[in-house]
């Protein structure tokens, strides 16, 4: 009975490797159907992520990073944080319970590219944005085993030493635009003043840097020392934003017991 | 090298190495003041080494015999040769990241060397430097003796070579200097992206002209996974590298992707990288060197058909389960769980029948290395493609996913998988490549085989430990309904593993260099033999260029 019924199975299999044994002496046609044997599960799973709105969240508060904060971003990228530390709260009840409500996409819509990790060495920093003090991060940075002695964490005191490079901000801005990132041409004009404006809270370009991106922007001194813009300032700047673009998680997503 | 040249061609290559020289010092003047400055230089120099050693043979006499009578192996030469230098250096850059976390001071001061600069050079200098070179040069050598026909070029083969490899000098210089998309498996910025671009094209015009030239009607299994690994990469390749430089003086870039579809792109590219750089090239190598080394032939021919358009078809899709129970949406994280389960048919199908292939040859494997090295190879394929559509379906990735685990299952694929299938065809090709009798010692070829299967068991098992360990103290709750452990505390109960998995790592390194030595030594101590059937040849003469089935 068995053989009856896998017959027309092994006819096909066997018609296949037929055909198979012609199409196998031209190279093109090798060529023609893998190119199309892998493109189809590509464009199955890629092309309606941009298509279908529910993709994204739909959030008119989420705001875009400062520039200091995008150039912490690209120091971060930069010193390879993402290799040890992911940025994406999965939706379970334990993660939910030790870093905070789980990720939403918008939360990373403005991320060229996304930061969401693979690896915890360290823990998740999706949320790590007003979890620590500025000045905690700064000694954390400079030497994490003062603070957490078991730590394996590489130190950077070096970001205090480094001037923050900012000539190339309103270029990096103007590229994120033509990516897709809403920025301005008056925060793109201003980059430059805007990212000293947040570093040095009083001072008169700090007015421009809320001007252009809102009132609740963290403007202060972030490495300690206001006369000085170092990547540090920038390293902070952004880790103290992570999580707080905009409050749609926490505003949809109650706290475990209410 | 140059001896095998033209002048005209000798020409050629000095104008195309001229003018990457060129194009390095453009890279240079532009980018003062920019990382890129320093990657200018680092093109200009590479470029200008390969003119200077053009420039001193130009006079040199030209080749007087029939070239199409030989096949061409300088280039698949000086390909293993590189190769293995990358294994040695990146492996052992490997040992060093793995050493940092457990003993986090070994990274000294220098910002260069920190963990997450020197990751991506560990990386990348395995996948692109080490397998990156086999599988060019074994692909130089498979293409013509399953052809029976030399290379359709003289100039290309090296430009491909030698392209491929300043891409990944490029690439390993810039991790260290801090220039990196951040995208795993894909770091380096778009210029070297575009870059790897041309040498990718010219490589693959290169093996369809070399086909053409075939003197067998058909085009032997191997040469299919080939021409996948190439064709498929250089589709992920362009599509995940799309980026906006924010100024083209300088390195940064800025993907054109966002998020979530960026997250999506970024691992269809990372996972199929494993796919068709890291599996299917390599099965390449399998399907050719395993067959001739066990002087059998291929199991079943239908199975090669039904695991190679099953794994090119089923593999596409997986990549989403990187992304459980993320914000990607759900109905693509099921795809990628389901398809992840099906691609286990084609990837027995392809184990089991390099498997079968050995019936009959099984006294071979034990008192052959080199052929136990295919065998093991086999083996941990087949384990590593179970255990990854294991941790593919979403309930064990919950715990999985972020642990060493991963970790674990990368390497007993790259280690057990990828590492040990190119020792075994490397040490079955040197003798044949350099005209010997055979390696220089079998003694330790042994010794070889034992380390790097006893490094990729201890590494393994330190990092199912670790992962298992640490993604159960994650979500373990006190009565309380509190959760028991801190990070922290994870951390501290990794410390044992990752001493042992610094030890794993130490062996195999230590098997890598005793290969490199034994290539060197069977190079210049060996007395020579040159083979009876080595050469192009019409498909009625001579023995077949695989073992044939009936």
Known sequence: MWRKLLSPFARMFEFQARTHYRAER????????????????????????????????????MRVYTPLEQAGRDIYVREGCYACHSQMIRTLQDEVDRYGPYSLAVESQYDHPMLWGSKRTGPDLARVGGKYSDDWQVRHLVDPRALVPESVMPQYAFLLDTTLETASLPGRLAALRAVGVPYTDAQIENAVSDTIGQAQPDG?????????????????????????????????????ILGDLTDLPARTQPARGE | MIAQLRTAERQL????????????????????????????????????????????????PEPVEDRATAYYDDPTRVGILISLAWAVVAMSTGVWVASQLAWPDLRFDGAWSSFGRIRPAHTSGVIFGFGGNALIATSFHVMQRTSRARLAGQVSPWFVLFGFNLFCIVAASGYL??????????????????????????????????????????????????????????????????????SFAGAKSYSAFSGVQDAMIQWWYGHNAVAFFLTAGFLGMLYYFLPKRAERPIYSYRLSILSFWGIVFFYIWVGSHHLHYTALPQWVQTLGMTFSIMLLIPSWASAGNALMTLNGAWHKVRDDATLRFMMVAAVFYGLSTFEGSFMAVRAVNSLSHYTDWTVGHVHSGAMGWVAMITFGSIYAVVPLLWRKESMYSWKLVEWHFWLALAGTVIYVFAMWNSGIIQGLMWRTYTDSGTLAYSFTDSLVAMHPYYVARAVGGGLFV????????NVLMTIRRVPDRVPEYDHPTSSEAGEPAVPAGE
């Open chain 1, 204 to 240: 008169e370009r700090a007015d421009g840097t809320f001007e252009r991106y809102g009132d609740d922007t963290n403007v202060r001194a972030f490495d300690g020392r206001r006369d000085l813009l170092t990547e540090m300032d920038a390293l902070v700047a952004y880790l103290q």
């Open chain 2, 177 to 246: 200097m801090g220039i990196t998309q951040s995208k795993e498996y894909a770091e380096p910025e778009w210029y070297a992206d575009i870059w790897l671009v041309i040498v990718w094209v010219t490589y693959f015009t290169l093996y369809i002209r070399t086909l053409a030239r075939r003197n067998e009607p058909h085009i032997y299994v191997a040469n299919w996974y080939y021409m996948a690994f190439i064709l498929v990469m250089a589709i992920l390749h362009i599509v995940n590298n799309l980026a906006i430089p924010a």
């Open chain 1, 26 to 61: 031209h190279s093109m046609a090798l060529t023609i159907g893998i190119i199309l044997a892998a493109a189809v599960g590509g464009f199955v799973e890629i092309a309606p992520l941009f298509t279908i709105d529910e993709t994204v969240e739909a959030d008119p508060d």
């Open chain 2, 13 to 60: 290559a000095l104008i195309l190495s001229g003018l990457v020289a060129f194009a390095g010092l453009v890279m240079a003047a532009v980018g003062r003041g920019d990382p890129m400055g320093a990657q200018g230089w680092i093109v200009a120099l590479c470029a200008g080494l390969v003119v200077i050693f053009l420039l001193r043979g130009l006079d040199g």
């Open chain 2, 510 to 517: 230590a098997g890598a260099v005793l290969c490199a030595f």
